[in-house]
């Protein structure tokens, strides 16, 4: 499976946008882009997913490079509920739930 | 329409004692996901099923686990003579079908072996 690389730590100031990284070198064409988040004591919960093009939900946009070589997941307005671990995960189209988490970005949000 | 349900919340066993954890997946879905999360890491994918059938078992342990999501009832994850190690929060995902779409994943099991 191709890997993703997120930094471990970021912090926000509520009200501000953050836009959260991801590398992802060894994409394939046929991998999809999947950002989840996780809550203290949560299960992980979608967040967005793209392929080629920028893709904007009520939660979140998606921003996809050229190469499809990164992305980043950009909240407009974080808020104190935003903070959480959000994970970066490549995915195929032909197996919906398999997949593979690493560390994830520990988000903080101060108010 | 009800999210993916798993009991128990909390699950606390004795070294040597069996734990049966129960998934049911949202309306309408047939795939079931199971993952577990270690202390302080991430998920890790164990078992991948739809009714009646082990798809994709590549991340389950070779000996004392067990999966299984029958044509009626919950999808069990069922773990023999546990261990210290098996400590864990055990997370389900469900969806729809295969291709473009997101699971849906439960509030989770916490395993507790003393």
């Known amino acids: 499976d191709a890997k993703t690389t997120q930094p471990n730590s970021m912090e926000s100031n509520e009200e501000e946008p953050v836009h959260l990284p991801c590398n992802h070198s060894?994409?394939?064409?046929?991998?999809?882009i999947h950002w989840y988040r996780q809550l203290p004591s949560q299960g992980p919960e979608y967040v967005i997913h793209?392929?080629?093009s920028n893709v904007n939900n009520r939660m979140a946009s998606l921003a996809i490079a050229e190469d499809r070589k990164s992305s980043t997941l950009i909240l407009h307005r974080a808020t104190l509920r935003d903070a959480a671990v959000y994970y970066c995960?490549?995915?195929?189209?032909?197996?919906?739930?398999?997949?593979?988490f690493g560390d994830g970005t520990t988000l903080t949000v101060k108010p | 329409n009800a999210g993916v349900m798993q009991n128990p919340r909390h699950l606390v066993r004795r070294r040597g004692q069996e734990a049966r954890l129960r998934c049911s997946p949202m309306?309408?879905?047939?795939?079931v996901y199971w993952y577990r999360q270690l202390p302080e890491e991430g998920l890790k994918f164990m078992v991948y099923?739809?009714?009646?059938?082990?798809?994709?078992e590549s991340g389950m342990p070779k000996e004392r686990f067990s999966a299984e999501f029958p044509k009626e009832g919950p999808s069990i994850l069922r773990i023999q003579q546990v261990v210290r190690g098996d400590s864990a929060a055990y997370f389900c995902?469900?969806?729809?079908?295969?291709?473009?779409?997101?699971?849906?994943f439960g509030q989770g099991t916490r395993l507790t072996v003393v």
């Open positions: 995902a469900s969806s729809p079908f295969l291709g473009d779409t997101e699971a849906f």
């Open positions: 060894t994409i394939s064409g046929t991998d999809y």
């Open positions: 793209g392929l080629t």
């Open positions: 995960i490549l995915r195929k189209n032909t197996n919906a739930g398999k997949s593979t």
């Open positions: 309306k309408g879905h047939s795939h």
């Open positions: 099923l739809q009714k009646e059938n082990i798809i994709d």
